[in-house]
T-cell receptor, first 110, second 111 residues
Framework: NAGVTQTPKFQVLKTGQSMTLQCAQDMNHNSMYWYRQDPGMGLRLIYYSASEGTTDKGEVPNGYNVSRLNKREFSLRLESAAPSQTSVYFC?????????FGPGTRLTVL | GEDVEQSLFLSVREGDSSVINCTYTDSSSTYLYWYKQEPGAGLQLLTYIFSNMDMKQDQRLTVLLNKKDKHLSLRIADTQTGDSAIYFCAERPGNTGKLIFGQGTTLQVKP
C-alpha cells in the first residue's frame, strides 16, 4: 500500500496562475481532507469530504475549490493564486478516527 | 468553540524526560491525538487517547488526560536526538469528522 500520495511535491506559481494539487489514497477510506500548514499556526482545514460525492468547507476555504473525483482521489484547485496561499499543503484520509497524511506539497506564490 | 493551545518551544538534554502540554476547549472531543512532524516530512501519528481514559502508555511515551481541566500532556522518557521534531496535539470534536490542531511544539534535544 502506498497510503496517501500527493503530487506535485513542490510548485512555484506567479500571482493569478491556477493549478490543481492531486491527492490519492489506496486504503479505501471514505473521508478525505485538505489542510494547509503555516509557521506557528499548526494545520488548518481547508475542505473535507466525508464520502464520495460530498464536500464541505473547513476553517479556511476562501480561494480554493475541491473535487472528490471518486473514492480514491480528492483534488484541490487554486483558480487564481495569491501570495497568501504560499504554504505547505497536506492531504489526509481517515477511517475509524485515525488520520493518515500524505507527504505534502510545498507551494510558493510569487 | 474549538481551540487547541500548545507552547511553541521546548528544549531538553538527551536522556532527560520531555513533557509537552496542550489544552483544548471542546468537551465533546472523543479522541485526542499526538502527531510528530520531522523536518520536511508529513505528520506521523504517535499515539492517541480515548476521552474516557486518564492515561495511556506506549513504550517511552505516556499520555495523560485531565478531562476536567481539558489538559493533555505527552511525556517522552529518555529523550533522544531523534525525538527532535514538531509535536502537534489535536482533538476530534464529537459528531464531526474534523481534526482541530494546536500550533505545534518544537522539541529541541541537545546532546
Amino acid at each position: 500500500n502506498a497510503g496517501v500520495t500527493q503530487t506535485p511535491k513542490f510548485q512555484v506559481l506567479k500571482t493569478g496562475q491556477s493549478m490543481t494539487l492531486q491527492c490519492a489514497q489506496d486504503m479505501n477510506h471514505n473521508s478525505m481532507y485538505w489542510y494547509r500548514q503555516d509557521p506557528g499556526m499548526g494545520l488548518r482545514l481547508i475542505y473535507y469530504s466525508a464520502s464520495e460525492g460530498t464536500t464541505d468547507k473547513g476553517e479556511v476555504p476562501n480561494g480554493y475549490n475541491v473535487s472528490r473525483l471518486n473514492k480514491r482521489e480528492f483534488s484541490l484547485r487554486l483558480e487564481s493564486a495569491a501570495p497568501s496561499q504560499t504554504s505547505v499543503y497536506f492531504c489526509a484520509s481517515s477511517e475509524a478516527s485515525r488520520e493518515y497524511f500524505g507527504p505534502g506539497t510545498r507551494l510558493t506564490v510569487l | 468553540g474549538e481551540d487547541v493551545e500548545q507552547s511553541l518551544f521546548l528544549s531538553v538534554r538527551e536522556g532527560d524526560s520531555s513533557v509537552i502540554n496542550c489544552t483544548y476547549t471542546d468537551s465533546s472531543s472523543t479522541y485526542l491525538y499526538w502527531y510528530k512532524q520531522e523536518p520536511g516530512a508529513g505528520l506521523q501519528l504517535l499515539t492517541y487517547i480515548f476521552s474516557n481514559m486518564d492515561m495511556k502508555q506506549d513504550q517511552r511515551l505516556t499520555v495523560l488526560l485531565n478531562k476536567k481541566d481539558k489538559h493533555l500532556s505527552l511525556r517522552i522518557a529518555d529523550t533522544q536526538t531523534g525525538d527532535s521534531a514538531i509535536y502537534f496535539c489535536a482533538e476530534r470534536p464529537g459528531n464531526t469528522g474534523k481534526l482541530i490542531f494546536g500550533q505545534g511544539t518544537t522539541l529541541q534535544v541537545k546532546p
